[in-house]
Nanobody, 123 residues
Framework: EVQLVESGGGLVQAGGSLRLSCAAS????????IGWFRQAPGKEREGVAC????????FYARSVKGRFTISSDNAKNTVYLQMNSLKPDDTAVYYC????????????????WGQGTQVTVSS
Protein backbone atom coordinates (compact mmCIF):
# COMPACT_ATOMS: atom_id res chain seq x y z
CA GLU A 1 0.00 0.00 0.00
CA VAL A 2 2.81 2.41 0.87
CA GLN A 3 4.68 3.33 -2.30
CA LEU A 4 7.58 5.71 -2.95
CA VAL A 5 8.87 6.53 -6.45
CA GLU A 6 12.00 8.66 -6.92
CA SER A 7 12.87 10.73 -9.96
CA GLY A 8 15.15 13.59 -10.98
CA GLY A 9 18.56 11.96 -10.91
CA GLY A 10 21.10 12.41 -13.66
CA LEU A 11 24.60 13.49 -14.62
CA VAL A 12 25.82 16.95 -13.59
CA GLN A 13 29.15 18.72 -13.31
CA ALA A 14 30.66 19.61 -9.97
CA GLY A 15 29.11 22.80 -8.63
CA GLY A 16 25.79 22.13 -10.32
CA SER A 17 22.36 21.44 -8.87
CA LEU A 18 19.65 18.81 -9.02
CA ARG A 19 16.25 18.44 -7.41
CA LEU A 20 15.11 14.93 -6.61
CA SER A 21 11.43 14.13 -6.22
CA CYS A 22 9.70 11.31 -4.37
CA ALA A 23 6.04 10.69 -5.15
CA ALA A 24 4.36 9.03 -2.19
CA SER A 25 1.09 7.15 -1.89
CA UNK A 26 -0.69 5.02 0.68
CA UNK A 27 0.03 7.12 3.77
CA UNK A 28 -0.24 10.57 5.31
CA UNK A 29 2.95 12.59 5.71
CA UNK A 30 2.08 13.69 9.24
CA UNK A 31 2.01 10.07 10.40
CA UNK A 32 5.47 9.17 9.04
CA UNK A 33 9.07 10.23 9.15
CA ILE A 34 10.43 10.88 5.64
CA GLY A 35 14.07 10.59 4.65
CA TRP A 36 16.58 10.66 1.83
CA PHE A 37 19.44 8.16 1.88
CA ARG A 38 22.25 7.39 -0.52
CA GLN A 39 24.59 4.53 -1.26
CA ALA A 40 27.76 4.59 -3.35
CA PRO A 41 29.48 1.44 -4.64
CA GLY A 42 31.46 -0.26 -1.88
CA LYS A 43 30.04 1.97 0.85
CA GLU A 44 27.32 1.63 3.45
CA ARG A 45 24.05 3.45 3.15
CA GLU A 46 24.23 7.02 4.44
CA GLY A 47 21.38 9.07 5.80
CA VAL A 48 21.32 12.40 3.96
CA ALA A 49 18.26 14.30 5.18
CA CYS A 50 15.30 13.17 7.28
CA UNK A 51 12.37 14.90 8.93
CA UNK A 52 9.25 14.35 10.98
CA UNK A 53 6.48 16.91 10.79
CA UNK A 54 4.95 15.65 14.06
CA UNK A 55 8.25 16.14 15.88
CA UNK A 56 9.04 19.33 14.00
CA UNK A 57 12.59 18.14 13.51
CA UNK A 58 14.95 17.84 10.56
CA PHE A 59 18.31 16.10 10.29
CA TYR A 60 21.05 16.71 7.73
CA ALA A 61 24.25 14.75 7.37
CA ARG A 62 27.32 16.84 8.12
CA SER A 63 28.60 16.22 4.59
CA VAL A 64 25.58 17.93 2.98
CA LYS A 65 24.66 20.54 5.61
CA GLY A 66 24.20 23.91 3.94
CA ARG A 67 24.06 22.42 0.44
CA PHE A 68 20.99 20.14 0.48
CA THR A 69 17.44 20.95 1.55
CA ILE A 70 14.57 18.55 2.18
CA SER A 71 11.05 19.84 1.60
CA SER A 72 7.56 18.61 0.77
CA ASP A 73 4.43 19.59 -1.09
CA ASN A 74 1.63 17.99 0.87
CA ALA A 75 -1.00 18.78 -1.77
CA LYS A 76 0.99 16.70 -4.26
CA ASN A 77 2.08 14.13 -1.65
CA THR A 78 5.64 14.64 -2.82
CA VAL A 79 8.93 15.13 -0.99
CA TYR A 80 11.95 16.83 -2.56
CA LEU A 81 15.68 16.98 -2.07
CA GLN A 82 17.24 20.14 -3.49
CA MET A 83 20.96 19.54 -4.01
CA ASN A 84 23.24 22.50 -4.66
CA SER A 85 27.01 22.85 -5.00
CA LEU A 86 27.29 19.19 -5.91
CA LYS A 87 30.60 17.40 -5.46
CA PRO A 88 31.93 14.17 -7.00
CA ASP A 89 31.61 12.56 -3.55
CA ASP A 90 27.84 13.06 -3.81
CA THR A 91 27.72 10.42 -6.56
CA ALA A 92 25.43 7.63 -5.38
CA VAL A 93 22.04 6.03 -5.77
CA TYR A 94 19.59 8.15 -3.80
CA TYR A 95 16.57 6.61 -2.09
CA CYS A 96 13.58 8.10 -0.35
CA UNK A 97 12.12 6.24 2.59
CA UNK A 98 9.28 6.46 5.10
CA UNK A 99 8.70 5.08 8.58
CA UNK A 100 5.63 5.18 10.83
CA UNK A 101 7.65 5.70 14.01
CA UNK A 102 7.90 9.42 13.15
CA UNK A 103 11.39 10.01 14.48
CA UNK A 104 12.96 12.89 12.62
CA UNK A 105 16.43 11.50 12.07
CA UNK A 106 18.15 8.94 9.84
CA UNK A 107 19.66 6.72 12.52
CA UNK A 108 17.28 3.76 12.36
CA UNK A 109 15.99 1.36 9.70
CA UNK A 110 13.09 2.85 7.79
CA UNK A 111 10.24 0.54 6.86
CA UNK A 112 9.42 1.57 3.28
CA TRP A 113 11.77 2.39 0.42
CA GLY A 114 11.65 3.62 -3.14
CA GLN A 115 13.58 2.08 -6.01
CA GLY A 116 16.32 4.71 -6.08
CA THR A 117 17.59 7.23 -8.62
CA GLN A 118 21.19 7.58 -9.79
CA VAL A 119 23.05 10.85 -9.24
CA THR A 120 26.46 11.18 -10.90
CA VAL A 121 28.64 14.26 -10.38
CA SER A 122 31.60 14.67 -12.70
CA SER A 123 34.80 16.58 -11.96
Amino acid sequence: EVQLVESGGGLVQAGGSLRLSCAASGFTFDDYAIGWFRQAPGKEREGVACFSSSHGSTFYARSVKGRFTISSDNAKNTVYLQMNSLKPDDTAVYYCAADPRRVGDCSYEYAYWGQGTQVTVSS
